[in-house]
């Protein structure tokens, strides 16, 4: 009988499956299989991410994908809190993070410790993501060092689009890769148990993966990360257009645009509600 048909192993399927925790991820470093991870920003779409993904990100990207924004730069704590809540409940099984909003915690550790416990205190998320390198480490540190943990982000950083002058590739030429990797080694020495690195050459990915001690999570970043991370509705085809780095799984814009144009036309043509969709009288009682 083979290990996976075993009586012992059907038991092991049936027990719940419990929340993954940060020593959980951070044994991830180096394994060899990629963690999995997603952005989610309501929980039925968690409810249907969960069973799949090793963690879950209430991304700021949620004010371009949900709120049609031109940046994330108007996101604010409140947003992320209600996202993170809606998450949360919608999950059982991955970690889930939330982002630090532009404005949250770059002025002062302090201000960032209030943000973030306000944040993780609200929701239940586990962890929380910011944005920022070597300037930013102190305030990773400040957060580690009093229970919270923290996911880096470095390479390209959405937040700092007006100082990076849009959403480019880094890294592509061997004399830029210095700062990626300074930032990226620095926020791991800070205590950061994970690091998302976006938009980066696949050599400096490789590079950082291999001199970070921590678990570095790559979007547009190529396969030598530990793992991936992609925006939801992207890889789920809503927009017409992706960043290169995306692989579609699914086309859900087009096929949301078929069945709304059906619902139209059914309603318009009075072949939508039919006898099927319509309450009749109860039966009256004699
Ligand atoms: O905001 C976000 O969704 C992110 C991911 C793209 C990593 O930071």
């Known amino acids: ?86 998450v949360v409940r919608g999950s059982s099984h991955a970690l889930v993070a939330l982002d630090m909003p532009f404005g949250s915690f770059e002025a002062s550790p302090e201000i960032a410790f209030a943000n973030a416990s306000r944040l993780l205190a609200e929701t239940g998320a586990q962890a929380v993501k910011i ?39 880094q890294g592509r030429d061997e004399d830029s890769w210095k700062p990626i990797l300074d930032d990226a080694r620095a926020i791991a020495n800070a205590g950061a148990f994970a690091t998302v690195v976006e938009g980066v050459a696949e050599p400096l990915a490789a590079e950082i993966t291999r001199k970070t001690d921590n678990v570095i999570i790559g979007i547009g970043a190529s396969a030598a990360c530990d793992g991936q991370i992609l925006v939801t509705e992207d890889m789920l085809g809503l ?34 509600p039919t006898d099927k969709e319509t309450y009749k009288m109860l039966a009256k009682k004699s």
């Not at 299989?33 to 779409?45: E, Q, R």
């Not at 390479?155 to 002058?165: A, D, I, K, Y």
């Open 131 to 169: 944005e920022g390198g070597v300037t930013m480490a102190p305030t990773v540190r400040f957060l580690v060092e009093r229970g919270i943990p923290v996911v880096g982000h470095v390479g390209l950083r959405p937040q700092s689009v007006n100082v990076m002058g849009g959403y480019k590739a």
């Open 1 to 86: 009988m083979s290990m996976q048909n075993s009586p012992v192993s059907k038991e092991k399927d049936k027990a719940p499956r419990r929340r993954l925790t940060v020593p959980d991820l951070i044994a991830m470093k180096g394994s060899d299989t990629p963690l999995v991870s997603l952005t989610a920003y309501t929980a039925p779409m968690a409810g249907l991410m969960d069973p799949h993904c090793d963690m879950l990100l209430v991304g700021d990207s949620l004010g371009m994908v949900l709120y049609g924004m031109d940046s994330t730069l108007g996101v604010t704590v409140d947003m992320i809190i209600n996202h993170g809540r809606a």
């Open 239 to 272: 927009f017409e257009w992706s960043p290169r780095f995306v692989k579609r799984y699914a086309s859900l814009g087009p096929t949301i645009t078929n069945a709304v144009a059906g619902y139209a036309a059914d309603v318009r043509a009075r072949r939508f």
